[in-house]
């Protein structure tokens, strides 16, 4: 019996296949899942259905989580295609990467409003709408995070105040919905080569530094952050919900690494 056999599950946030929303998609699809992805617009359209046709995924839904009106479309079409969703992955982050360098203060208000809005308040605004489709058997809704939300990051900035504010929102998202059982939690990976990784600068250095200084000595890989996902959204995990979770080699225990 495979993990999520007979489970329906909403993926947002792919960019290319070394995206961890791809890696957990095509997991879950392993595990079982018949899965709906999204894509923001049309730039993308084409790239997220060659990938969805690899799991036999063909529902490819348009959702611009900039535009409330986008959310309600998508869950209404989803209503339309299925009568439950088990899971939803929250993969969406987004800020100018101009502003991502340099000194926090100089951020724009313009930018931080896009940042947090993109970043953070998507999680509850798909929350919200994902509710009557996971209101018989409850369900797990998971989002993406990472340490530099905790502590400080070079070149995170702005970015990083918007993982904090979704690990909070996490926190209350789950009391607000664990009386439905629907469980909530984000998980917070190591470093790793994707495309929102490339955008901040010198993550080389913060690559090699995390792979030196963790405990298990290396950063980690796609597979492992998927296998974990995984574990967040079957019933292996029914009894946890408003928990960061961190698949990063133990680097978020470390305060002062070894010489």
């Given at each position: ?17 070394r995206?961890i929303?791809?890696?957990i998609?095509?997991e ?12 923001q ?12 046709k ?9 959702c ?46 313009s ?38 939300g ?7 900035n ?18 607000d919905?664990g ?15 994707t ?17 030196k ?8 890989s ?18 946890v919900?408003?928990?960061n979770?961190?698949v ?12």
């Amino acid at each position: 019996m495979k993990l999520l056999e007979g489970k329906k599950g909403l993926v947002m946030g792919i960019a290319n296949e070394r995206s961890i929303a791809w890696g957990i998609a095509n997991e879950a699809y392993n595990q079982g899942a018949e899965l709906c992805l999204t894509y923001q617009n049309d730039i993308f359209k084409e790239r997220i259905s060659k990938l969805g046709k690899t799991i036999n995924c063909y529902n490819i839904l348009e959702c611009d989580v900039e535009k409330i009106a986008d959310i309600k479309k998508l869950f209404r079409s989803l209503k339309t295609r299925w009568n439950k969703i088990d899971f939803i992955i929250h993969a969406l982050a987004f800020s100018d990467k101009n502003e991502l360098k340099g000194n926090f203060y100089n951020t724009s208000k313009s930018n931080f409003r896009k940042t947090l809005l993109i970043s953070t308040f998507s999680l509850t605004e798909i929350t919200k709408e994902a509710q009557d489709l996971m209101s018989d058997n409850g369900g797990s809704i998971l989002t993406l995070s990472y340490i530099g939300g905790n502590r400080t990051t070079p070149n995170y900035n702005v970015m990083g105040v918007a993982k904090s504010a979704l690990e909070a929102s996490v926190r209350y998202l789950s009391v607000d919905l664990g009386k439905k059982n629907i469980r909530v939690n984000s998980l917070s990976s190591g470093p790793m080569r994707t495309l929102a990784g490339s955008a901040i600068t010198g993550a080389r250095h913060i690559f090699r530094h995390s792979e030196k200084n963790s405990p298990l000595e290396k950063n980690p890989s796609l597979i492992e952050v998927s296998k974990s996902a995984i574990y967040l959204i079957s019933d292996l995990s029914s009894g946890v919900t408003g928990e960061n979770h961190f698949v990063d080699g133990g680097y978020n225990i470390t305060a002062i690494p070894k010489e």
